[in-house]
């Protein structure tokens, strides 16, 4: 059966360029990011690895590790790990699995075979500290991510998660949030001091709470 949001993310074990892993472990007590992409040697999976290195830094900011897979072996991924680092002019610095039999892949159904049973899809987990999925997204090989986009959404997890707070559309760093239905109107001022606009019953928002 597919993954779901709220499931446990697969544990493995798997040869990496930074080493063997045993998933769980690496993610240790923070969020984790997994994402696949369709093969070594790529153009357009050159420009997303060179992008998510230059974002580690706010990914670990945010207690955020990130760790990339695709079917290659780990010789062919030191390789091109060299060419990421001189064209993208980056250093990756976070680990690659190397998973030549799809075990991984197939673990998180990274492999969609009315597309091509060659090659895993880009796909993106976003996974709590208590390991479960709490995001999942998609893209066709011919479409790059973006990885701010990842970052927004980790932002508004980690908001969800501290506060009682939802995103609305399109929300971005410093801009209001949303007061889940959970909380109470009479609760609203004692939760969020900072203030809060009741629009309508089910819409009330307030100025992001962590800043
Ligand atoms: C790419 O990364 O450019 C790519 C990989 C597989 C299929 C198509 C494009």
Excluded at 14 to 36: C, K, P, R, V, Y
Excluded at 48 to 65: A, I, Q, V
Excluded at 96 to 114: C, Q, R
Aim: charged residues 20%.
């Amino acid at each position: 059966m597919s993954l779901r949001l709220g499931d446990v993310a697969p544990d493995f074990t798997a040869e990496t360029t930074q080493g063997t892993i045993q998933f769980h472990d690496w993610l240790g007590n923070g969020w984790g990011i997994l994402f696949s992409h369709p093969a070594d040697f790529t153009p357009v999976c050159t420009t997303e690895l060179g992008s998510m290195s230059k974002l580690k830094p706010e990914f670990e900011k945010r207690n955020t590790k990130v760790i990339a897979i695709s079917a290659d072996p780990l010789d062919s991924h030191n390789k091109w790990i060299g060419d990421i680092n001189e064209t993208q002019n980056t250093t990756v610095n976070y680990p690659l699995i190397a998973d030549p039999e799809f075990k991984v892949a197939n673990l998180y159904g990274m492999i969609h075979p009315n597309v091509t049973d060659k090659f895993t899809v880009r796909s993106v987990f976003v996974i709590g500290p208590d390991k479960k999925i709490k995001l999942m997204i998609t893209y066709p090989a011919s479409t790059g991510r973006n990885f701010d986009e990842i970052l927004r959404v980790v932002d508004s997890l980690q908001l969800t998660a501290n506060y009682s707070v939802a995103t609305p559309a399109n929300w971005k760093q410093g801009e209001d949030v949303i007061i889940t239905a959970a909380v109470k109107d009479e609760d609203i001022p004692a939760k969020f001091p900072k203030g809060h606009t009741r629009i309508k019953p089910y819409l009330r928002t307030t100025p992001q709470p962590n800043l």
